[in-house]
């Protein structure tokens, strides 16, 4: 294993901060949890690949080749995240009338198109779940000749029991989970239980013949099939939310790791969560916005990944509009600061730049400390205008940050010019604010958003903007 000292990464599995190493020199070997294709992925599921994304960019920052690999679920999520229910995107096709190859396919090229705008590199390996079926089938079958699986009415499970160290990514316990006492259970032998092959009816329209009968696959399988067939075992790194530590992530490990006889993984990565104005999204409420509901909303894909980057992947972040805008503002003030410094022809000091160079890679390499890194580039743009304040930007911060800041800057400005019915309808906010009549001034405020401008609020008023 080859260590380098210089770089830090939070693994979840020993709950700190480690020097990272590879398992081969010069290389990472990478896994990350794809979508499960039934729906257009929201913002909150975009973050996940927006950090997974730094992350992959700080390891080639750091002079890494990346091998790394994303499955697509497109069969085996049901409804509920569990063991019961109806698969999640043959749900959907039955609500459209079409085959589920064909919202799979639909939901994906949502995703990649999504994802495409973030500025998010794709995976070398993009694999979908029913194209590694017999690479599931053929697990099952360790497993199940392992002696850690049985059969029930409605598929064939993994005994959670069988592998002593079922919590060492969640750090739970299996006491008071044994013995199929309670009722919930079913015919689940434990709580912790989970299916590896689910047996489907007649009306199912993704299913496969197998040694225990027609079926599917359970939500699991898939990830560590697929890992094994791409990367070796154990690999560098899995990413994925939090969300997946408890259920998904740990029985991945429970599979692979009773398969093999040896770890899966040497780094757990995991974001934190996102909140929509202090709370969860929810289609009732009316909160689930996704790429295309931003870019409607008047923003670049580029604000909404500065927004992502002025919060360290393990915390939660607290989604709202006012803090959008505040990172198109950020974003707006860092590309005018760089069309000065590009026409500048004064040079900086040799020993700024480095020292610069020095500061931002130590925020990266920090367990990826973007806010850190920002800060950074904040202090460059003040630098006294200089080419090679813009090429230190352009070219080597953005190499991590990835937020198009060359293009950008080389891009005419637009001159804006605000018709006088907005100004006028501004100007009517402004005084039903001073009035505390706060219903007509979000009135207008929506009634500004939905002409195409923005309006926000300074000490001294507002400012306009065209989006």
Partial sequence: MRYNEDMK????????????????????????????????????????????????????????????????T???????????????????ARKMGVHPLEIAKKFTDIFMHDIGLLNITPAKHIVPATHCINEMIALVKTLEQKGCTYRTSDGIYFDASTFPDYFQLSKGSLAGNIGGARVALGEKRNANDFALWKFVGPNTIQKWD?????????????????????LPVPFDIHTGGVDHIPIHHTNEIAQTQTATGKKMCNFWFHNEFMKIDGGKMSKSLGNVYSMADIIDRGYDPMHLRLLFLQTTYRTVL?????????????????????????????????????????AFTDAVNNDLNTPVALAVLHQALKQPDSPDIYQLVTKVFDQVLSLSLDQAARSEPQTETIPDTIIAMAKQRLNAKQQRDWATADKLRAEIIAAGYQINDTPNGYTLTKN
């Avoid at 730094?54 to 091998?67: M, P, S």
């Avoid at 599917?216 to 067939?229: D, L, Q, R, T, V």
């Fill in 9 to 72: 990464l939070y693994n979840t599995l020993s709950k700190q901060k480690e020097e990272f190493y590879t398992v081969k020199p010069g290389v990472v070997q990478m896994y990350s949890c794809g979508p499960t294709v039934y729906y257009t992925a929201h913002i909150g599921n975009l973050r996940a690949y927006v950090c997974g994304d730094i992350l992959k960019k700080t390891l080639r920052f750091n002079g890494y080749q990346i091998e790394d690999v994303m499955n697509i």
């Fill in 74 to 92: 497109d069969v085996g999520h049901l409804v509920g995240d569990g063991d019961t229910g109806e698969d999640k995107v043959e749900t959907t």
């Fill in 210 to 230: 197998s040694p225990w009968g027609i079926g599917c696959p359970g939500w699991h399988i898939e990830c560590s099939a697929i890992s094994m067939k791409y």
């Fill in 318 to 358: 607290n989604f709202t509009f006012p803090a959008l805008d505040a990172a198109r503002e950020n974003y707006r003030n860092i590309i005018n600061a760089l069309r000065h410094h590009r026409t500048a022809t004064a040079h900086t000091n040799p020993k700024i730049l480095a020292d610069l160079r020095q």
